[in-house]
C-alpha cells in the first residue's frame, strides 16, 4: 500500500514513519529526540493507521506531546496517514512471543506487567481499538519468553539490600538447575525481582542460544489454564509449560487460594523439576506467609533457596539512578542525584518514575537537570510522598555527626570546627527543604543570606573531589531521610 500521494514519492507505511521522525528531528530538541522520539519504531499499519512501537509505557505521552508536530509533518509531507497510535511491545501484535516465533522482544519494554493499552496521535479519529483478530489471539495464546532488553545483570545496581538475591540469580543463570532449583525471590513492591528473574533468562539464553526460557506472571498463568480448560485445550498448555528449559514465574502470590491453578503449577513443577530443568518463581512474601498456597507447593519452593530482597539504601539508590540516567544518556548531577535518592523514598520503581519526570521536564523546557531544576519538577511528586525535613532536624543530625551542640552551629564563631558543620548544615537545609536563602541565614543566628549562598557553593564545590566531606553529608542525609 502506497502511503504518499504519487508514484514517484511512494512511501511505504514503515519509511512514512522515517520520514515523520526525520521531520520531527528537525524540530524537537536534541535531546528530546534522543530520548523520546529516537527509540520508537515502525511497527505495522492498519488502513491509514500508523502502529509505532515505543520501548514502554512511559513513553506513552509523546502521542499528545508530539500531536501537533507529527500532523504538521504528516501535512507537510503530504502523506495519506490518519492516525498514528503508538503501542508498547506487550500491545504489539506483531511480537513474536512464542520461543517457536524466535523468543524475544526485540524492544525494551518497562514493565511486563504493564496495563495493556496505546496511545494514539488521534484518539477519536482512529476508532475504538479493534478486536483482537485470530492472529493476534492466537500470539496471545502462545505468550512465552518475553523479557525485557534492559532487565541484564549489568543493569542491575548491586547494594547490601539485594546482594544475595544477585549472587543466586547469578548462579542459577550459570549452572541452571545445578545451583539452586527452584530459586525464589521475594521482596516488597519495585525491589528488582522481576529484573532479576529477567537477568537469569537473559543470560541462560546468552550461554546457550538453544536454550527455551518462558517467562509468565502468575497471573497469565491461572489466565492460559482456564482458558485451556475451557476450550479443552490442556495437552497443548501442559506441552508448553513442560518443556522448557528454565520457567520464569513472576508474582505467584497471584495463585494462592486458586486450587485449580495450584493443582496445575504443582504437576508442572514436579514435571520440570524432575527433568532438571529450572525454575525461578518471584512473590511479594515468603513461601511461609502466603497464607492459601497448597502445602505440597509450599514444600516444594522450600527444596530451593529462598531469598528476600530488602529495599536499597541511599548510596544504592544514587547508584541506580546515575545507572539509568546513563541508560538515558542523560547527564545526572550528583547533588540531583543525592536530592532525589533521599527524597524519593518508597520503592525503586517509583525512583525511575521521578527521574524519568525529571528528564522529559528539563528536555520539554529545555533546560539543563540542575537541582533547581530537579526541586520545581518534583516538588508535587514529593511533597506527596514525603514527610517534611526541618531545618532544626538538619542541624539537629549535623552536631551529632559532629559532636557539637546546636547552638554551636548558630554562634558567631569562625573556627574550623564549627564553620564546616555549619556550612554543611546550611547545604542541607538548601537541598533538603523549600527554606529561602534568607530564611537559612535566619535559623542560622542571623546570617546574611549572601553569606549563607557562599557556604551552599563551596561545599557543593568541595563535595566533588573530597571523598570524605562528601561520605559525611551522603550518611547526614541518609539519617535524615
Ligand atoms: N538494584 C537495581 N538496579 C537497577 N534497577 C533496579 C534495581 N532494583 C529495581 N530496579 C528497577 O526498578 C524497577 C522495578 O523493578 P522490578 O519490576 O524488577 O520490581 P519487582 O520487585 O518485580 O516489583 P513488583 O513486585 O511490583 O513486580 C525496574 O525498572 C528495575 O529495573
Not at 541511599?314 to 527524597?343: G, H
Request: with cysteine; net charge neutral.
Amino acid at each position: 500500500m502506497s502511503f504518499g500521494p504519487t508514484a514517484s514519492t511512494v512511501t511505504t507505511p514503515q519509511n512514512a514513519w522515517t520520514r515523520i521522525l526525520g521531520a520531527l528531528e528537525m524540530k524537537v530538541n536534541r535531546q528530546s529526540f534522543h530520548t523520546w522520539l529516537k527509540p520508537t519504531r515502525f511497527s505495522h499499519a492498519n488502513g491509514r493507521t500508523l502502529y509505532v512501537r515505543i520501548p514502554s509505557q512511559q513513553f506513552q505521552h509523546i502521542g499528545d506531546r508530539y500531536a501537533d508536530l507529527i500532523q504538521e509533518a504528516i501535512d507537510n509531507l503530504t502523506l495519506e496517514v490518519d492516525d498514528v497510535r503508538f503501542v508498547t511491545v506487550e500491545d504489539d501484535p506483531t511480537t513474536p512471543k512464542t520461543r517457536e516465533d524466535g523468543g524475544f522482544a526485540p524492544l525494551p519494554s518497562h514493565s511486563p506487567n504493564a496495563p495493556q493499552n496505546s496511545s494514539s496521535l488521534a484518539p477519536g479519529r482512529g476508532g475504538a481499538p479493534q478486536a483482537p483478530s485470530a492472529e493476534q489471539a492466537r500470539f496471545d495464546w502462545n505468550t512465552a519468553a518475553q523479557l525485557n532488553q534492559r532487565y541484564l545483570f549489568e543493569n542491575f545496581v548491586i547494594g547490601s539490600g539485594n546482594q544475595f538475591a544477585h549472587a543466586a540469580a547469578q548462579a542459577v543463570a550459570e549452572r541452571p538447575s545445578k545451583a539452586y532449583n527452584p530459586l525464589f525471590l521475594y521482596g516488597g513492591v519495585g525491589m528488582g525481582k522481576t529484573h532479576l528473574m529477567h537477568a537469569i533468562g537473559h543470560e541462560v539464553k546468552r550461554r546457550n542460544p538453544h536454550a527455551s526460557i518462558m517467562y509468565v506472571s502468575g497471573e497469565k498463568f491461572t489466565n492460559e489454564m482456564i482458558n485451556s480448560v475451557r476450550y479443552d485445550k490442556m495437552t497443548g498448555f501442559r506441552d508448553r509449560y513442560r518443556t522448557v528449559d528454565v520457567l520464569l514465574i513472576d508474582d505467584i502470590q497471584f495463585i494462592s487460594g486458586k486450587e485449580r491453578t495450584q493443582e496445575e503449577f504443582f504437576h508442572t513443577f514436579n514435571a520440570l523439576h524432575e527433568s532438571m530443568k529450572q525454575i525461578v518463581i518471584t512473590s511479594d512474601r515468603p513461601p511461609k506467609e502466603l497464607a492459601e498456597l497448597d502445602d505440597r507447593l509450599r514444600s516444594r519452593f522450600e527444596w530451593g533457596l529462598i531469598v528476600d530482597i530488602q529495599p536499597p539504601d541511599l548510596e544504592t539508590k544514587v547508584a541506580i539512578l546515575q545507572k539509568k540516567a546513563e541508560s538515558e544518556r542523560v547527564t545526572l548531577p550528583t547533588d540531583v542525584a543525592m536530592f532525589v535518592a533521599s527524597n524519593v523514598r518508597t520503592n525503586v520503581r517509583e525512583l525511575e518514575g521521578a527521574l524519568i519526570r525529571l528528564i522529559a521536564w528539563s528536555s520539554l523546557h529545555g533546560v539543563e537537570i540542575t537541582l533547581a531544576t530537579a526541586q520545581q519538577c518534583l516538588k508535587q511528586f514529593i511533597d506527596t510522598q514525603t514527610r517534611k525535613i526541618t531545618i532544626e532536624a538538619i542541624q539537629k543530625a549535623t552536631a551529632e555527626q559532629f559532636g557539637m551542640k546546636i547552638s554551636e552551629l548558630k554562634q558567631k564563631n569562625n573556627s574550623r570546627q564549627i564553620v564546616v558543620p555549619r556550612q554543611i548544615a546550611m547545604y542541607l537545609a538548601k537541598q533538603m527543604t523549600e527554606a529561602s536563602l534568607p530564611e537559612i541565614g535566619r535559623q542560622f543566628g542571623g546570617k546574611h543570606h549572601t553569606t549563607v549562598m557562599h557556604s551552599i557553593a563551596k561545599i557543593d564545590e568541595q563535595r566533588r573531589t573530597d571523598k570524605a566531606l562528601s561520605s559525611t553529608i551522603n550518611k547526614l542525609m541518609e539519617t535524615l531521610a
